[in-house]
């Protein structure tokens, strides 16, 4: 039998056959240190004793190396241990002694040769370290589970500065290699372990082997077992003893040996419950990038068919016992038949992986059932399952990639890295409430009331626009004790119970309760309700009924009625009559805030206006849910005078960074100037089409916020599922239903115009068609 030349030997040769009294000889002769006995601790491919005196008592752990180790490796493992011990000096690696008499600045100088005539070997000498070795992985506790994941990634984040040229090497036990295994399967005796093991590997040369690349790579341990660590009573790491596996490879194959290493004989659930945990631990030092996330199951597998293949070699050389390797190989075994049986995307998700789900049909009944018949149903004939999203693409399930001309809520763009990280650090390190104090709230409020006009000065954090609203009506009500309330005539600013009154878009019976009075919008196409009138005549319908106003709240970008045009001169007569009748204005910029116009921050601030309370939300925190009410310290007084206000969420630490990061965006990518610029183009772009015989009756609106009407809600409607057949995604509005909502992130630019047109093009001539 040839010993295979492509990997590393040290695998083929025998260990050592040193015997108890030529050890303590050479120890004696090499590091001075005098043993009574020597007791074999036994091990794969080198020899390791415990070194005790005439009394029992432990004196160090003696290691001889296989004749076929490069001693260059045996140095890299002296510095690695020395690395670590800079880096994180908490992790208890088993450090090699220096032989008497030398400086022990050099690797060489942790071990002494002993050439014989087998071979040359190398002597080296550790400390004991306390615990216990051998631990049956089944006797672990939970909270050791996971002290053994987070130990494995400390271990790994301690080694990312090491590099050492004999880390690059053909270890075949590093899951790198397993494709190489393969020339040695033959070895296994039991045919159905082998079937297992070449369907793993067939697995892990479809999807591993071309991710391997993408993989973070660096030095690791590569054999982070429970024979390699010893640990203290109640399981938690206190010696991590053998770096003979060291190689430059994915950082992952560190937890796929302490995964390989714990979850042998355990049920499928115990084994994933046991996996999460352990990944937890490993997590809260080092998370996995979702790559790894996603192979860490074929990974595993390959680290266990690897086991299998090395130890069924090994026993055919006569390395290894071979009743031992066939009994520990069944448990190897029957963990690849579990992630076998569960199935790849399976695993992936059970161990955290986002894995979308695959039938849709039965996604979308489950969601009807268990979300009920109140929540607006799914947008589009047929709904798109969403996968993914980044700047103003989107992408399905499918991998189908969409414009987003719709989503107003990931303002910066999806999955914005400055927002995302400011989200993600600040929920690592501390998330918590306005009861503690904490600088997050504190600098947005400063900054969000140095965009406001002087006089609102006073910041409310809450979690969503309704709530904003919600707080802005209370507010209003407190200080003016009035009761009555306007709201344009299809307006809609949220779900609470006041503010659902002040909704008629959601009204489904067309009717609110007695204390609301709306007014319609002016219409420029037709030229209707271009005059205060319609407005003095809602304020005189609420006096008839006995009430004054609390409040007029508005959206100064009109979204749910169609994004209407109006006058800065109109909606100041209207400001002035809501003052003149003793109520307050809220601007709810929900929808037009964080310079969805353009012009100005806040939509409210191009039509000259000052409101008494500004409400935020939606697009605050780039998806984080997050809200604002921004008001008058007068008004503030006035509430505090008759209650305490507390949001358990509200201005979080987290939702804080979220939204402290959009302001940085929107300043640093200079978003209004963009918005200004894309907006025009847009609208411009819309029109060119709309010159042609189109069916556009109308293109309005103000920097992102863009309304394009047409005859009727049907031809809106075909035009909306035109455009997401093209891939590109809006939505509709207005009371009528003939508008065409379009608002996109504000990351959409000059560049995405011309997908915009060309498919909004493509859509209103195929629907001329017929
Ligand atoms: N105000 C306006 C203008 C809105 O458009 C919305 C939501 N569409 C809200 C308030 C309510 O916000 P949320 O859904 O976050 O409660």
Redesign the pocket.
């Known amino acids: 039998m040839s010993v295979p030349v492509d990997f590393d030997p040290v695998l083929a040769a025998s260990p050592p056959d040193i015997d108890d009294g030529e050890l303590l000889e050479v120890v004696a002769a090499t590091f001075g240190l005098r043993a009574a006995a020597a007791r074999d601790l036994g091990s794969e491919r080198d020899r390791t004793f415990l070194l005790v005196d005439d009394r029992d008592a432990s004196l160090a752990v003696a290691k001889v190396s296989n004749a076929a180790e490069d001693p260059a490796t045996l140095d890299m493992e002296a510095l690695a241990v020395l690395h670590v011990a800079t880096v994180d000096p908490g992790l208890p690696l088993a450090m090699p002694l220096a032989i008497p008499g030398t400086s022990g600045v050099e690797a060489a100088d942790r071990r002494a040769t002993l050439v014989r005539a087998d071979g040359t070997h190398y002597l080296r000498l550790y400390d004991v370290l306390p615990g216990r070795s051998r631990t049956d992985p089944l006797d672990l506790s939970d909270a050791a589970l996971g002290a053994f994941g987070e130990t494995a990634a400390r271990l790994g984040r301690s080694l990312r500065g090491f590099v050492h040229p004999a880390a690059i090497r053909t270890m075949l036990w590093d899951v790198q290699h397993a494709s190489r295994t393969r020339s040695l399967v033959g070895s296994i005796r039991d045919l159905g372990q082998r079937a297992l093991v070449e369907r793993v590997l067939d697995r892990y040369d479809e999807v591993v082997t071309p991710a391997w690349p993408s993989l973070r790579a660096q030095v690791v341990h590569g054999d982070l077992t429970t024979d390699n660590v010893l640990l203290d009573d109640v399981g938690r790491i206190t010696g991590i003893v053998d770096l003979g596996d060291m190689s430059h490879s994915a950082l992952l194959i560190d937890l796929a040996s302490v995964l390989d290493s714990l979850l042998n004989e355990r049920g499928p659930d115990e084994l994933f419950r046991a996996a999460r945990l352990v990944l937890d631990g490993y997590q809260r030092v080092t998370p996995l990038e979702t790559l790894e996330l996603r192979l860490l199951g074929e990974v595993l597998a390959a680290r266990a068919a690897v086991t299998i293949t090395i130890s069924s070699w090994r026993t055919e050389r006569g390395l290894e016992d071979q009743a031992f390797a066939e009994r520990y190989n069944d448990s190897v075994a029957r963990t690849i038949e579990t992630l076998l049986a569960v199935g790849w995307d399976e695993v992936a998700r059970r161990f955290g992986a986002e894995v979308p789900v695959a039938d849709r049909a039965g996604l979308i009944a489950r969601r009807e059932r268990a979300l009920g018949p109140a929540l607006e149903p799914l947008t589009y004939d047929e709904p798109i399952h969403m996968a993914s999203a980044s700047g103003v693409w989107m992408t399905d399930a499918d991998g189908r990639r969409y414009l987003d001309a719709y989503n107003n809520v990931p303002c910066v763009g999806h999955g914005h890295p400055r927002v995302a990280e400011a989200i993600a650090r600040q929920t690592r390190r501390l998330n918590t409430n306005l009861r503690y104090l904490h600088e997050g709230a504190v600098v947005l409020a400063e900054r969000l009331v140095a965009t406001l006009p002087d006089g609102l000065d006073t910041v409310f954090f809450v979690n969503?626009?309704?709530?904003?609203?919600d707080l802005a009506w209370r507010l209003a009500t407190t200080f003016t004790g009035h009761r009555g309330g306007l709201c344009t005539d299809y307006?809609?600013?949220?779900?609470s119970e006041s503010?659902a009154a002040l909704?008629p878009e959601s009204w489904r019976r067309g009717e609110g309760p007695g204390w609301v009075e709306t007014w319609p919008v002016p219409d420029a196409v037709r030229g209707l309700h271009q005059v205060p009138a319609p407005f003095e005549a809602a304020l005189g319908r609420l006096s008839a009924a006995g009430l004054k106003p609390a409040a007029v709240i508005l959206?100064s970008v009109f979204?749910?009625d169609g994004f209407a045009t109006a006058s800065s001169d109109l909606v100041a007569a209207w400001v002035d009559r809501t003052h003149a009748a003793g109520g307050l204005w809220i601007a709810?910029?929900?929808?037009?805030g964080h310079g969805r116009t353009g012009e100005a921050m806040w939509s409210f601030q191009r039509l000259g206006i000052s409101p008494d309370v500004v409400?935020l939300?939606?697009p605050m925190g780039n998806g984080y849910?997050v809200?604002a009410v921004i008001t008058r310290g007068e008004i503030a007084r006035a509430f505090a005078d008759e209650t305490v206000f507390f949001s358990t969420f509200g201005g979080n630490p987290v939702a804080a960074a979220a939204s402290n990061a959009v302001l940085d965006v929107i300043a640093d990518e200079c978003v209004l100037e963009r918005v200004m610029v894309a907006g025009e183009g847009l609208r411009a772009a819309i029109r060119d089409i709309a010159a042609g015989q189109s069916g556009i009756v109308d293109v309005r609106g103000a920097g992102l916020a863009i309304g394009v009407e047409f005859a009727d809600a049907a031809t809106a409607t075909a035009v909306k599922e035109g455009l997401r057949e093209r891939g590109v995604l809006v939505g509709t509005t207005g009371r009528a239903g003939n508008v065409l909502k379009v608002r996109p992130p504000l990351a959409f630019t000059t560049a995405e115009i011309p997908v915009f047109a060309d498919a909004l093009g493509a859509t209103l001539e195929s629907i001329a068609r017929g």
């Open positions: 969503s626009g309704s709530e904003a609203n307006a809609y600013h949220g779900i503010i909704s959206d979204t749910s709810d910029e929900v929808q037009g409400t939300g939606k849910p809200g």
